[in-house]
């Protein structure tokens, strides 16, 4: 394992309890692949935690940093950075962390689990994952343990690892079940499939990354608005059942490269019609398309997922839920170009969903909840794609630190109906983007000739905007198939200003839209 880990070239030690009473931080190795910040070093309990930036390719512009730990009781958090520190911030704004500024250093501290985005002056925004502490990790080896080194994976990511890790998915599965264990190291893939009773567990400090060669990988869709072809790094056998993936490490599309050099797509990981999959507590980097999407499947969970994606390419959604059901996405972050959160509904000949299986589905009984978005387009949404109904969604405990839109019901593409919405305690810190309508709320369902929709029963509960952007909320309905009604408001505060009436809104209602019901009811906590 010790040779392994410095064949791969990541900081010279493995994850490791620190803190005073040795049970609070764990580290995690950065794998040098990644560069360590010049702008911000990262301290918890006294214990450095590395820093490394998000740039899609060498040479090429820093969109933010980010740094990541696991942690339990209450740790003090310092950031340090090269010049005193005149302004800052610590979102999401609403939990209203304590903050101290002394010279060049920011100080706070936490006691759970938190994904927060630290902004200093000018510089570009520090995300940290402060993790949950892991609840009995597996072991490196050991019965039921079919560790990739076992079977000739490369740590060093010098040749591809597909087949050895492959091997070990297969293994696992003939012996009806079993942990992959994936260590520190740089794991070159091309496409990997999971199989039922299957556990793949990435080591903190772990990295399974694409080649950036599109003859690695077999095509699996054509996006037609790109005009471009793409692959599933990751995905599930249709059929399969009780499927996680967990552990500190990351999956790495180097999809800003494939796309620049080659033209090619690709998806991170499809848990695609599937039962009972489980996403837990990894990285999600750079997928040139959409990163991780659930799809045809039921019961699925996403926890404690961090989603870095480039800001600066289009249609590359961080979790997009398509056509599933029972599904929950909570306390999670998200960082894309496009929405970071959504749900979709598609039908058999849609570009993307030509090598799904099984008919297509409805969207029925999806819960986000405790989630972090920055985007640039909107952060919490409702289509496109409506081939199925969507039903009984809902948006809970969310924070927007910046967006183009934060509430967004559109589903167009489809003419199916989209009822029983809500959305529940969402925070909205800025709309400064403007990629399109820049809103806090839309409903749209003008038709983009592909059918439209109704939209019914929607529910807006305990919202604070605290910045607007430079357009109002939107009801806008195209014709009588994309009727909306039985939309209420309530508990909403407009830049500090409560909502008392319909009027404040100052929203332009066209025909096919009935007026929603705004009730006020002391604002929101």
Not at 90 to 107: C, E, F, Q, W
Not at 241 to 262: C, L
Not at 469 to 497: F, Q, W, Y
Request: glycine share 8%; net charge neutral; proline share 6%.
């Amino acid at each position: 394992m010790a040779a392994a880990t410095a064949a791969a070239g990541v900081t010279a030690r493995e994850p490791a309890f620190a803190g005073p009473d040795r049970s609070r931080v764990q580290t995690y190795p950065l794998p040098s692949i990644y560069p360590v910040s010049v702008d911000f070093s990262l301290s918890v309990n006294g214990t450095p935690i590395p820093v490394t930036t998000f740039a899609p390719e060498p040479g090429s512009e820093v969109e933010y940093h980010y740094a990541h730990f696991s942690f339990h009781g209450r740790v003090t958090l310092e950031v340090s950075v090269g010049a005193d520190i005149v302004t800052h911030t610590v979102s999401p704004l609403a939990l209203d962390i304590p903050t101290r500024a002394h010279g060049n250093k920011l100080t706070f501290s936490i006691d759970r689990s938190r994904y927060l985005i630290v902004k200093i002056d000018d510089l570009r925004e520090l995300v940290i994952a402060a993790d949950p502490a892991e609840t009995a990790p597996p072991r490196a080896h050991g019965p039921g343990i079919f560790n990739i080194l076992d079977f000739g994976a490369d740590p060093t990511g010098g040749t591809l690892a597909t087949q050895a890790i492959q091997s070990a998915i297969d293994a696992a599965q003939v012996a009806g079940r079993g942990v992959v264990y994936v260590p520190a190291g740089v794991f070159s893939i091309g496409s990997l499939v999971l199989r039922s009773r299957v556990h793949l567990y990435l080591a903190g400090g772990s990295v399974l990354r694409a080649t950036g060669r599109p003859a690695d990988y077999a095509k699996k869709f054509r996006k037609d608005s790109l005009k471009m072809d793409g692959t599933w790094l990751i995905s599930t056998e249709p059929g399969s059942s009780d499927i996680t993936v967990s552990g500190r490490g990351t999956i790495d599309g180097q999809g800003a490269r494939m796309r620049k050099n080659s033209s090619y797509l690709n998806h991170l990981l499809i848990p695609l019609g599937t039962r009972r999959f489980r996403l837990d507590g990894v990285i999600g980097r750079d997928a040139g398309s959409w990163a991780v999407l659930p799809s045809r499947s039921s019961d699925v969970r996403i926890t404690n997922y961090k989603g870095f994606q480039s800001q600066l390419q289009f249609e590359n959604d961080a979790i997009d839920i398509n056509e599933c059901q029972d599904v929950i996405v909570r306390h999670t972050i998200a960082i894309s170009e496009d929405d970071p959160y959504s749900t979709k509904a598609w039908a058999e000949d849609t570009d993307l969903a030509l090598s799904w299986p099984h008919p297509r589905q409805p969207v029925e009984r999806v819960l986000f909840e405790d989630i972090v978005a920055w985007t640039h387009c909107a952060a919490f949404k409702i289509g496109n794609g409506h081939f199925s109904r969507q039903t009984d969604v809902t948006y809970r405990k969310g924070y927007v630190y910046n967006a183009t839109r934060a509430i967004a019901v559109d589903p167009a593409y489809g003419s199916e109906p989209c009822t029983r919405i809500r959305y529940e305690d969402i925070d909205v810190e800025s709309l400064d983007h403007n990629r399109g309508n820049q809103n806090w709320l839309l409903i749209n369902t003008r038709e983009r000739g592909t059918g439209i929709g109704p939209v019914s029963g929607v529910v807006v509960d305990r919202v604070n905007v605290r910045h607007q952007g430079a357009m109002k909320p939107l009801l806008a309905a195209g014709n009588a198939n994309g009727t909306i009604n039985d939309i209420t408001l309530r508990n909403i505060v407009i830049e500090g200003t409560p909502l008392r009436s319909f009027e404040q809104l100052a929203i332009p209602l066209g025909p096919n839209v009935e007026k929603p019901v705004v009730s006020f009811h002391g604002g929101v906590r």
